[in-house]
Structures are given as structure tokens and as C-alpha cells.
């Protein structure tokens, strides 16, 4: 019994003192100073989320340490931790970066001509009768055209048939992204630099280890930021250890 009721007390302290230090932090996520509505801001410790308003403010529940994640379509994902000093200021202020434009894409395809169509029969019916119109043959007199001359018939049938073997391009083939433009388009240099703590100079080779996992091939066929950072902070584990490794 005095088990138990230890348990039920411990139990309750904790979730006292988990409410007592979790705080409303009110903030704001502003783009080259102009309000961001509608972006979804994450706490990702937490489990909750909400989105911000007309004037880009929002409010969420917090502790320190907390990850906050911030995504707007458009614009690189931002991710902040949680401080003490955020939640004694209370007043957040997040910039997002919008990413670069890229453009559309035009897919050029080969035109299909109408298949023209003929027999070796309708050839040498036509060659008869040319025959029998020609006056050289029963007359002697030259007509101006050139006897045995080239059957450009038969050469145009060759052409076709030519053509024919060539393989069809597919119509409406879209080419897929590559792991690195999905990173650079994607990911902003700061998380690889701060979150990751990564060197400049180590940003490619890290972008190349990742794209040696076969994960990387599932990213890129069904594109999820949340998945997409996972990936990145769990890979970073493995380039750390290797390069531990490495040293040594």
C-alpha cells in the first residue's frame, strides 16, 4: 500500500513540476520583414502544433530544449531550440528564406507523321502504265523523261520503313531530381552547419554519403521535410563515427 501510494505521488509531482515549467511562447515568422500567414509551426519534442495568422503571429505550449520546426510551402524549413531566454523574452521572431525559383520544364518529343501506305502490286501497276504511256517506246520520239530511271517510289517505302524502327520517345517523360538539387533546393545551408554541425567543407561529401543509402532513393519518390531532416540527423551520426574511425 505505502508502495503504491509513493508510486501515485511521485507520479503526480512529476506532472507538477512538467506543468510548471512548460510556458505559451508567443511569436511571430516574418520574410524580408513581410508577415508569413498560414505557416505550421511544429513542436516536435512536444507532439503539437499550430499555424500562424493573418500578421504571422502565433502561440504554442513549450519547455526549454523543446525542437520547433517552422515549414511554408516555398520557402526553406527553419528549426529552432527552445531556450530559457525565448521564454523569459516571449516575444520569437523567426525569418524564413524563400528558395529560388526554378523553372518549368519543357519536354520536347518527336512528331508522329500519318503512315503512308502502299503495295508492290500498286507500284508495278503504276510503272505499266507509265510504260504504256511512254512515246520513246512506241514511237521513238524522246518525251524528257529518263528511262529506267530511280523508283523514288520504292525509295520513299524504305524511309518509312526506316522511320518506323526508330522507338518511340515517351510523351510525357518527367525526369527525376537528383539527391543533391533535392538537398540544395530543400535544406538550408545553416542546418548543415549549426544543426549539424558540419564544415563548409564537408556539406558535399556529407551530401554524397547520404546519397549512397538507399533510403535516399525513397526521399526523393515521396519528398518529406520531416523525413528528409530525420534522415539527414540520423546519417550524420554514421559520417561522425566513420570519421572518427577514420582518424584513428
Not at 89 to 99: S, Y
Not at 125 to 139: D, G, P, V
Amino acid at each position: 500500500m505505502k508502495v503504491k501510494l509513493l508510486t501515485t505521488i511521485s507520479f503526480f509531482t512529476y506532472q507538477l513540476s512538467v506543468s510548471q515549467s512548460e510556458k505559451l511562447l508567443n511569436g511571430k515568422v516574418l520574410s524580408q520583414n513581410i508577415p508569413l500567414n498560414k505557416v505550421e509551426v511544429i513542436n516536435k519534442t512536444a507532439k503539437t502544433s499550430t499555424t500562424t495568422n493573418d500578421l504571422g503571429e502565433f502561440s504554442i505550449s513549450v519547455n526549454v530544449k523543446d525542437s520547433l520546426l517552422f515549414f511554408a510551402k516555398d520557402y526553406f524549413f527553419s528549426r529552432l531550440r527552445v531556450s530559457k531566454e525565448n521564454m523569459e523574452n516571449n516575444n520569437l521572431v523567426v525569418n524564413m528564406i524563400l528558395k529560388p525559383e526554378e523553372l518549368e520544364e519543357v519536354v520536347i518529343t518527336k512528331i508522329k507523321f500519318e503512315k503512308v501506305t502502299t503495295s508492290l502490286q500498286n507500284i508495278d501497276e503504276i510503272k505499266f502504265e507509265k510504260n504504256n504511256r511512254s512515246l520513246q517506246r512506241y514511237t521513238g520520239v524522246y518525251d524528257g523523261t529518263i528511262a529506267n530511271g530511280m523508283d523514288f517510289i520504292r525509295m520513299g517505302k524504305g524511309l518509312l520503313n526506316l522511320i518506323k524502327k526508330d522507338k518511340e520517345e515517351p510523351k510525357n517523360k518527367i525526369p527525376q531530381i537528383d539527391f543533391k538539387t533535392l538537398m540544395t533546393t530543400t535544406v538550408r545551408d545553416t542546418f548543415f552547419t549549426k544543426d549539424l554541425k558540419l564544415k563548409p567543407e564537408q556539406k558535399e561529401l556529407f551530401i554524397e554519403f547520404c546519397d549512397a543509402d538507399p533510403k535516399s532513393k525513397l526521399l526523393l519518390e515521396h519528398p518529406n521535410i520531416l523525413a528528409t531532416m530525420d534522415f539527414l540527423i540520423s546519417k550524420n551520426t554514421e559520417f561522425q563515427k566513420l570519421k572518427k574511425e577514420f582518424k584513428n
